[in-house]
């Protein structure tokens, strides 16, 4: 593909500015911002909000409803979310691309691993690749658009970004401003890292995360064991029969995570919370998987009480002809930076799952290369955050411009 001079100009400029890159995101990498620590996503968001709002007409930041979690002695519980940013350009555009990265990491405030380190080819830190090298990427990539817009004149394209706090949990408050802002959008492009290799992520599965909580009655160990209904040991049953379920769907997995109860050896237990999660590639398997564990919670044994909790929170991503076309949009446009793109499928979901339901087609694996993330061990290759520059660049420039061009002949 021959490059128009502007975008050569602008394609040398991202790369001049990698050590600006680098350090911005070593800043930010150092910021410690677990899901639950609303203050360091605070400081976190303010610094982003100052960024985004030199290339937005308008930036919000939203505040997201507090979550309903089942704490381990089965109660429910609130859990306080941090805000969601909005930077929005040219919404009154005829076509809209939406862009999109979480700003949580799974590292807690107490975590052991806060450290950035920058060694030779390589840096260190929590979330440095999944995903606030991706986080860089869309803000560069997006300030190098519109210095092409500003240069050339031409776009039909507006966008909006979103940054989510809690997407590491399953995006549970944001989802509701996925839903308010991404319907009619044309495409959209997210930045969770792409696999080590330098691959795509292509179909992914659907996922559900739930609990059962188990109840039946406490009573001494030694003197009336009788008396007592073991919840401990009905979480157990519960965990077989949801094992069970292993293979009964094409390629759907359950895991039984975790499970909570008990107390001293001389109590029979009365609480137990089981916790655990479905991978499914097909929505057909959602209906089915609700009616298993329907009757799974109505087989309780006599004086024992079970009850279901949580849901499928991301649908399955299936591979579609607007979907595949994207991908090799951005694969020819890697081609022209000499990279070698191909994709594959994987059984994480992300929030391109919520897009893809949305029916928005998109690649959500335009972040930085990097591997071993949600790993004390994360790293990224630190030359990736020009490349994903580039390559988002030039991508947000060819469907800008093929856009343009298909408006045009329609209303000739
Ligand atoms: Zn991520």
Known sequence: ??????????????????????????????????????????????????QLHTISDDTQAIAASPQTVVDPHG?????????????????????????????DTVYPADS???????????????????????LIVLLEALKAFEEYVDATGKTSLGWTVILNSDEEIGSPASREVFSNHCPGADFGLLFEPCLPNGSLVGQRKGSGNFEIVARGQAAHAGREFDKGRNAIVAAAQVTQKLHALNGRWKDTTINVAKIDGGGPTNVVPDTAVVRFNVRYPDADVEQAFDEALDRIVQEADDGITLQRYGGFFAPPKPMTPKYESLLKTVQA????????????????????????????????????????????????????????TQLTFLTLVTLAERFRQADQSASE
């Open 1 to 50: 593909m021959a490059l128009e001079s502007e975008v050569q100009t602008i394609l040398s400029r991202v790369q001049s500015r990698r050590d600006e890159m680098l350090s911005r995101l070593m800043r930010w990498a150092a910021i410690n911002s677990g899901t639950s620590n609303l203050a360091g996503l605070g400081l976190l968001s303010g610094q982003v909000l100052e």
């Open 75 to 103: 109660q429910l519980q609130q859990r306080s979310i941090g805000d969601v940013l909005l930077g929005i350009r040219r919404a009154d555009a005829p076509r809209q691309a939406i862009l999109s990265i979480h700003l």
């Open 112 to 134: 052991p691993f806060q450290q950035v380190k920058h060694e030779g080819e390589f840096l260190y830190g929590p979330g440095v690749a999944d995903a606030k090298g991706g």
């Open 333 to 388: 446009n890697g081609r022209t930076l000499g990279l070698d793109l191909t994709w594959q499928s994987t059984g994480g979901v992300c929030d391109g799952n919520r897009l893809a339901a949305l029916g928005v087609p998109n690649i959500d694996t335009m972040g930085v290369r990097g591997g071993n993330i949600h790993s004390p061990q994360e790293y990224m290759h630190c030359d990736s955050l020009v490349t994903r």
